[in-house]
Structures are given as C-alpha cells and as structure tokens.
C-alpha cells in the first residue's frame, strides 16, 4: 500500500511562505503524477498543483506565480513552496499521486494565513 506523508504546514501572516513536502514510500516515478490538492472549510477539494513523471507542471490559475511544485526524485519527494501567501489559501492541503487507475491521499497538512 502506498503511503504519502505530507509536513510543513503551519500559521503564517498575508504575504508570508510555507514549503510543503510530500514524502512517498515508494519511488515517485511509478506514479503518472504526483501533486498537491487542498480543501478549505465548506468547499470542495481542487487541485493546486501536480508535475507528472515527465516533469510537466500544472498549476491552479490562483496560485500561479506565488507556489512552485517540485520533485526530488533520489528522495521520493514532492514539495510545494507557497509564497505570497492569502488569506484564501487557508485550506488543508492533500499530496495525491496517481498511478494508472490508482490514486494515493496522504492525510493532509492545515495551512493558516491569518493576520
């Protein structure tokens, strides 16, 4: 089974950063892709970011420019560093992975941007 284990969340003021890592407990190039998700209270899940095992990207047209997805794939490793961070950020953010027609969930990481 595969396991996704998400930290860095955390506080932090309007205008402050956070790095997000997602580590895998298996090598990240058997998944197609691999990328964050977050859900904020009353709201459905919506993806923020993912890179796939060709190092594509893709972004959320709201985070675009502030957060940057990345991989290290010696250490099986995504992570997410969010900078410019808004109040409407604040969400419990998910690492997902997909691998054919499997798809992971980590448990997800709280992220509060508040003043």
């Known amino acids: 089974q595969v396991q996704l284990v998400e930290s860095g969340g955390g506080s932090v003021q309007p205008g402050g950063s956070l790095r997000l890592s997602c580590a895998a407990s298996?090598?990240?190039?058997?998944?197609?892709?691999i990328g964050w998700y977050r859900q904020a209270p009353g709201k459905q899940r919506e993806l923020v970011a993912s890179?796939?095992?060709?190092?594509?990207?893709n972004y959320a047209d709201s985070v675009k420019g502030r957060f940057t997805i990345s991989r290290d794939n010696a250490k099986n490793t995504v992570a997410l560093e969010m900078n410019s961070l808004k109040v409407e950020d604040t969400a419990v953010y998910y690492c997902?992975?997909?691998?054919?027609?499997?798809?992971?969930w980590g448990q997800g990481t709280q992220v509060t941007v508040s003043s």
């Open positions: 298996e090598t990240i190039f058997s998944f197609n892709a």
């Open positions: 890179i796939t095992s060709g190092g594509r990207t």
């Open positions: 997902n992975a997909k691998a054919s027609v499997y798809v992971y």
